[in-house]
């Protein structure tokens, strides 16, 4: 039996510039699609949703290497943001434990 299992990634920060950036390198990549950026009070934040496909599918596989390579390419560039890589269960997927799969700072 296929499962869902989510991952998503937030992205949050001070610095607009920074997570405009980081918004434009997940728009450019086509199995993505980052929420619009929004603020509250000082910090400027978007969503890269899961993509919603069963596990194995091609759609996840492909959406998969496209949140690894956002995750490489951000890491490479000092845009003084904040985020987190979160997978957590869905249907079908009940045993499986939600985790951080990978995050960054924005500490240097």
């Known amino acids: 039996m296929s499962y869902v299992r989510h991952e998503a990634i937030v992205v949050s920060s001070w610095n607009r510039d920074g997570v405009k950036a980081a918004h434009e390198l997940a728009a450019s990549l086509p199995d993505l699609q980052p929420t619009p950026i929004v603020k509250h009070g000082e910090t400027w934040t978007f969503l890269i949703p899961p993509e919603g496909s069963k596990a194995g599918w091609l759609q996840a596989q492909r959406a998969a290497a496209d949140r690894e390579t956002w995750r490489r390419l951000i890491k490479q560039r000092e845009l003084f ?7 957590y269960p869905g249907i079908g997927d009940e ?3 939600p985790r951080i799969v990978d995050f960054d700072t924005g500490a240097k």
């Not at 943001?81 to 997978?87: E, K």
């Open 81 to 87: 943001i904040s985020w987190v890589c979160v997978r």
């Open 95 to 97: 045993d499986y434990k």
